[in-house]
């Protein structure tokens, strides 16, 4: 295959990640809205996340494993319409159970995104251009990011909150008929079943507890920054949404900054692994800036500090995912690249229910001081891989 149409194809898998993003980023815009309609606390908000979470969580090795089964052409194609599905039934609810219900539909859906990126990749992309090609998928997703807030913010003052979760949903269906005239599947053959000795390298699980210590602040950026904005900068609902695009942009420059400093490296002689740790150690530097958000005097400057927040965990993250592609087969790509969205979707499922409860009794200072020193945590259990390469 021709570069060019490599990496076409590879543009056109990751517009995927965009409206998976956008999909379920319409929560986190509207929450100030779905609060006061459906008369939510903060720890039932965290409730509706973890809904999402668990399900997500508990689904994803299993999706991993279909779409490394029947292959990504196939799979990726399955995932959207389920979870365009899924948010498209969101429009309809009625009360904190049904939401609660659609968010759970969803995180069942959107498990098998991640996992088919890692295959997209892992299939399309050299092994030094695979952080490359994650920071081009983390651009899909902060894209998704960036638009939720204008967009979902527009659709519900002309249209109602309803409405703009059938949008989102919409757009994936439309997706589902642009990658079947483009992609191309490259799977041949049924891979091999995930046997034990593949179960006990304790690197797998290392890449896995580490990308849910490093994930903590993505998450919570990625479902409270709104809330945050109304909540202690006291901006209203339509002005925190304007704000809101800024820190998802923030990580698409993370993530490119990220990737190609790894690739630099690789390509002057550092091995995948010691490359990419060394550029997360220095994201998790810069992450203890989030330690900070809830004493800016100003929504300006509380932006910012999450912004670099957001900066400093994407360019993290397009390492993170790329690891399990440089020392796994790629007959277990997306199960690898799963177990690693398995761990973010039970960190977040834990999470987000405590998280709801500080904030209703103490507010977000003890959430955002223990979030900003979670990745250099992560970098430690991630020495513990390098010696195995």
Not at 130 to 149: F, K, T
């Amino acid at each position: 295959m021709k570069p060019s149409h490599r990496w076409l194809v590879l543009s056109v898998f990751v517009l995927s990640s965009a409206i998976n993003y956008l999909d379920r980023q319409t929560l986190a815009t509207l929450a100030p809205v779905l609060r006061s309609e459906l008369r939510l606390s903060h720890a039932e908000y965290g409730w509706i996340v973890s809904a999402f979470s668990i399900t997500y969580a508990a689904c994803a090795p299993f999706a991993g494993l279909l779409i490394d089964r029947i292959g990504l052409y196939r799979g990726i194609t399955l995932a959207i319409g389920l979870w365009s599905f899924a948010g498209l039934t969101t429009g309809w609810v009625r009360g904190f159970g049904d939401l609660l219900l659609c968010r759970a539909m969803l995180g069942v859906a959107e498990a098998g995104g991640i996992p088919a990126a890692g295959k997209a990749i892992q299939q399309y992309l050299r092994p030094s251009e695979r952080a490359l090609g994650n920071s081009l998928n983390q651009a899909g997703v902060s894209l998704g990011l960036i638009l939720a807030p204008p967009v979902a913010t527009w659709l519900t003052v002309q249209h109602g909150w309803r409405v703009a979760f059938m949008a989102t949903a919409v757009l994936g269906f439309l997706w589902i008929a642009l990658w079947r005239a483009v992609g191309d599947d490259l799977d041949s053959a049924a891979p091999k079943a995930c046997g034990s000795q593949f179960l006990r390298d304790r690197r797998l699980w290392l890449f896995a507890l580490a990308n849910a210590l490093s994930m903590v602040p993505y998450s919570l950026w990625t479902n409270w920054t709104t809330l945050h904005l109304v909540d202690v900068n006291r901006l209203s609902f339509v002005r925190a949404a304007w704000f809101a695009w800024l820190p998802p942009l923030f990580g698409a420059i993370g993530g490119v900054a990220g990737g190609s400093l790894s690739f630099r490296w690789m390509n002057a002689g550092m091995s995948a692994l010691v490359a990419r740790t060394r550029v997360c150690l220095l994201a998790a530097i810069a992450c203890l800036v989030t330690a900070i958000v809830p004493w800016a005097p100003t929504a300006a400057l509380a932006v910012a500090a999450i912004s670099l927040s957001f900066f400093s965990v994407a360019a993290f993250s397009v390492n993170m995912y790329s690891m399990p592609l440089d020392v796994f087969p790629a007959d277990r790509a997306a199960f690898a690249v799963s177990l690693l969205v398995s761990a973010y979707g039970a960190m977040q499922a834990i999470t987000s229910p405590v998280l709801g409860a500080v904030v209703d009794r103490y507010g977000y200072t003890p959430v955002c001081v223990t979030a900003s020193v979670l990745p250099l945590a992560a970098v430690a259990i991630l020495k513990g891989t390098e010696s195995r390469q």
